[in-house]
Nanobody, 124 residues
Framework: QVQLAESGGGLVQAGGSLRLSCAGS????????MGWFRQAPGKEREFVAA????????YYADSVKDRFTISRDNAKNTIYLQMNSLKPEDTAVYYC?????????????????WGQGTQVTVSS
């Protein structure tokens, strides 16, 4: 079983930055892709970004491209999401997720393990 724990959320003004972290423990799938998703109140969970096992390939939703950066440190079993130029519409609970395959896919069904989420609130 894989356990994922997000941290780094909080309240920030529009235009500000936050860095989210997701630490993995337990049985980790070597060679697997990981991703970030978010869910705003009353909305479905949506894809934010994904990263390959090596970190050499990344994939972003259009809404965050050029503002967010996903990265990973496999030695620490941790992935990160650097969020810059934050907007009020970025307000959501952010979740990290781990796949069992090394595929960069936007569908939540492609990911087998999920963290509990961390709240990000961007004020205008």
């Amino acid at each position: 079983q894989v356990q994922l724990a997000e941290s780094g959320g909080g309240l920030v003004q529009a235009g500000g930055s936050l860095r989210l972290s997701c630490a993995g423990s337990g049985r980790t799938y070597s060679g697997a892709a990981m991703g970030w998703f978010r869910q705003a109140p009353g909305k479905e969970r949506e894809f934010v970004a994904a990263i390959s096992w090596s970190g050499g390939a990344t994939y972003y939703a259009d809404s965050v491209k050029d503002r967010f950066t996903i990265s990973r440190d496999n030695a620490k079993n941790t992935i990160y999401l650097q969020m810059n130029s934050l907007k009020p519409e970025d307000t959501a609970v952010y979740y990290c997720a781990a796949s069992t395959m090394n595929r960069l896919k936007p569908a939540p069904s492609e990911y087998a393990y999920w963290g509990q989420g961390t709240q990000v609130t961007v004020s205008s």
